[in-house]
């Protein structure tokens, strides 16, 4: 395959409520949507990184220069290679995983749609519809958490995630199991903690949860090995998990026994699925994570969730859990699940009208 040329995109999604984490608020989805033309044809993704670097180092802007000043110069040099080569070419070039992801998909569904192939099929899903779970901000009160969450049990999602940080964690999470026994609940705290908290952590052993995300910083993979031999909640890391490698060593360090997969973070799907099949060997569960995306990413992060691997709900939820509108025909959940795209590539249709009224600024190198 070689690029003719790429589009890259600056758009900006309002949420339909704000999203409160422990690194900030988000009220709008600020991403770049990635269009390349190839001589196979035109394939599309998105760049899950957020404005600002509070989750990650990357950011929007950011991975924008790099893609235009290191990523595709490197590939157009090559000139003609495969999807597939794309992380072993741009590997001289150091971290920025989620702009390398993001041209590695757009390259993959050009490459796909033109041999009439899914994603899902490609990686070798199993799956035809996946587990719905969904990922709950700090709330403004018990009562707004409660009203929040009581709307998406009603809605039929099948786990809930809360969100939590010093000061918001033992009573949210306690008031939720009150409230909802049986549900499956787990916590994320997006690095929120230190070794000193680890006392207070074993708070939340008593609300069966299905673990806690990332308690620590994402360099502190001793600190999480320690903190899962002193609690019994289960812990999974999410920002340490950077790569095969990492994923290896943290699970040799017992610092997590259950891993979240984003593509993004990890520099793209076929990495993803290289861990989803360590996992497997190792028998760690694993569940998608998610990065808010809007349609064109949660086209290719259902493909991979419905992997054999993938055992436990992902933050996969429907469209209308982020947005009043989506950029492509809106992911719809029925009876708890979302259907796995099956048409070429990543399989859905983009609302191109929408999208370029979202549109900031557009690029084409
Ligand atoms: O830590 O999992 C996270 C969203 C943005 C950045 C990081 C995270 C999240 C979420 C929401 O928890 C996942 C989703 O619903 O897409
Ligand atoms: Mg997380």
């Not at 999604?13 to 900030?24: A, D, E, I, K, N």
């Not at 180092?57 to 040099?77: N, Q, S, V, W």
């Not at 964690?169 to 306690?174: I, T």
């Amino acid at each position: 395959m070689r690029i003719h040329e790429i589009e890259i995109r600056h758009v900006g999604v309002p949420l339909v409520r704000p999203f409160r984490t422990s690194f900030g608020t988000q009220t709008a989805r600020d991403l770049l949507v990635l269009k390349v033309t190839t001589d196979v044809g035109d394939g599309w993704a998105e760049c899950v990184a957020m404005s600002e670097p509070l989750y990650s180092p990357e950011y929007t802007h950011g991975c924008a220069d790099m893609l235009e000043r290191f990523l595709i110069p490197a590939l157009r040099k090559v000139g003609d290679f495969r999807a597939e080569e794309v992380a072993e070419i741009l590997k001289p070039f150091l971290g920025h995983h989620m702009a390398k992801a993001a041209i590695e998909t757009a390259l993959l569904d050009a490459e796909l749609k033109h041999e009439g192939r899914s994603f899902a099929s490609f990686f070798g899903a199993t799956k035809e519809e996946v587990d719905c779970g969904v990922s709950v901000g700090i709330a403004s009160s018990i009562d707004a958490l409660l009203e929040e969450v009581g709307d998406y049990v009603d809605q039929g999602y099948r786990r809930i995630k809360l969100k939590i940080e010093p000061g918001w964690d033992l009573e949210p999470v306690r008031t939720v199991r009150e409230t909802w026994p049986k549900i499956l609940l787990q916590v994320d705290a997006n690095q929120a903690y230190s070794r000193d908290d680890t006392a207070h952590l074993a708070g939340l052993d008593k609300f069966n949860l299905l673990l806690i995300e990332q308690p620590l910083d994402e360099h502190d993979i001793l600190g999480h090995a320690l903190l899962s031999r002193a609690i019994q909640t289960p812990v999974c890391l999410d920002e340490s998990i950077t790569s095969l490698q990492s994923a290896r060593d943290a699970v040799a360090m017992e610092a997590t026994t259950v891993i979240n997969i984003k593509p993004g973070r990890v520099g793209g799907y076929f990495e993803s699925i290289k861990i989803h099949d360590f996992c497997v060997e190792e028998g760690i569960p694993v569940w998608c994570g998610g990065m808010l995306e809007t349609g064109i990413g949660r086209a290719a992060n259902l493909a991979l969730a419905a992997l054999p691997g993938f055992t436990l709900p992902g933050d996969t939820s429907a469209s209308n859990r982020y947005y009043l509108r989506d950029i492509t025909t809106p992911f719809v959940m029925v009876d708890g699940r979302i259907r796995v795209p099956s048409g070429p590539g990543i399989g859905v249709e983009i609302d191109h009208k929408f999208l370029e009224s979202v549109t900031v600024s557009k690029r084409t190198i």
